[in-house]
């Protein structure tokens, strides 16, 4: 078996083969069923130099179009939010260049006291007890948190008030799927949940209702009626929430919040094309034992120092698998250290200061673009950083104007909702100038 793109020379797998007692590769790895044995060759390139593979690479990744190069307008979860130079300049650094929890906590000291101030700040952020040390990304996060309430009352229906990306849905289905857990979804009204409707199907079978503060249309949520709605039949209540909204709007645990959720890659992490991202979890103190993932404690040692260790591991490498909350076998450390510096330089008045940006500069960019009759906003609904418009051209059309003046392509909700054809979800963060918004609503205007 000649594998060319393998280091290997003929002798180092005879030697190893020779060591192994087996005499050859097709015998070594005879336990794999043979129907789904690959006999066919792979078609690879030739081999090239290492400056031949680099240019390569290089004029392939000139494809993408960037939000370097590119104005970027996008939402929906992933944000072109600033991210100052302090941060992966010490993210970068040797002692903290790792994406893992250590397991060696005695001699882990200073990561574990990074993570200790990051769920701090996410607690202080939230208005929360406890936090977690950080998860997969916010649609993780918030499927674990509907299995952490099944789990906490038995329950098996989750319901879902407003409206969440399509694709955090399908994770929640896809973590429930074997779990004898239904999920449901309530209606809208103006973008958001209609709360009669919410308040029907909200029963003593429901485990859970979810609510995203602001939801995937940008539109702000009555979070404190669907709160009542959910704890009148004794559910728990979860919301995914944008960690820098709290900069402007009430925390999430300042309404009886039980579970606290969200993405936290606009905490100074990059796009990157869409991961890795940051999910934060955090909670009433009540269900600590049930939260999934780790806990970074503080103590003091046996000469009376201020030492740090993990104090929760409920998951399976650590206990017995049938006593686990959680098969979440890793964290985002990494991105958790890039929040915790992001959050320690912004400071409460820099978080606030970012959110006033984003909200001003949002609704700057809506009463431009809606100068034009040929758009408007699809819903009346309250909105932070995100807004929905309703074109009379094609998003297509649109769309392609816009590339073709170095501005992203905006979210055709259309894709995902029939009934919101021709409709364009519309991010505007911090980084925005008025210049760039004002491009963006000269470019729309000129689309016929």
Known sequence: MNIPYLPHTD??????????????????????PEGITYKGQIKLPKKVSEAELKKELSLLSLQNKNADEYVSFLGGGSYDHYIPSIVKHLAGRSEFYTSYTPYQAE???????????????ICELTKMDVSNASMYDGATALAEAALMAYNTNGRKKVLIAGVFSPETIEVIRTYTKNSGITVETSPLLDGVTDINALKEKCTEETACVLVQQPNFFGCLEDVFEIEKAAHANGALFIVSVDPLSLGLIMPPGDYNADIVVGEGQGLGNDMNFGGPLL?????????????PGRIIGETID???KRAFTLTLQTREQHIRREKATSNICSNEALCATSATIYLAWLGREGIREVANRCASKAHYAAELITKNPAYRLKFASPFFKEFVIEAKHSAEKINKALLD??????????????????CLLICVTEKRTKEEIEQLAEVLSGVR
Request: no cysteine.
């Open 302 to 304: 046996k000469e009376g």
């Open 405 to 422: 003046n170095k501005i992203l392509n905006l979210i055709d909700l259309g894709h995902y909702y029939p009934d919101l054809k021709d």
């Open 107 to 121: 001699i882990s000291q200073g990561l574990l006291q990074v993570y200790f101030e990051y769920q701090t700040m």
């Open 11 to 32: 002798e180092d797998i005879r030697r190893m083969l020779e060591v192994s007692g087996v005499s050859t590769l097709e015998k070594l790895f005879s336990d794999i």
């Open 279 to 291: 999910g934060f979890f955090a909670a009433k103190k009540e269900f600590v034992r049930r939260m």
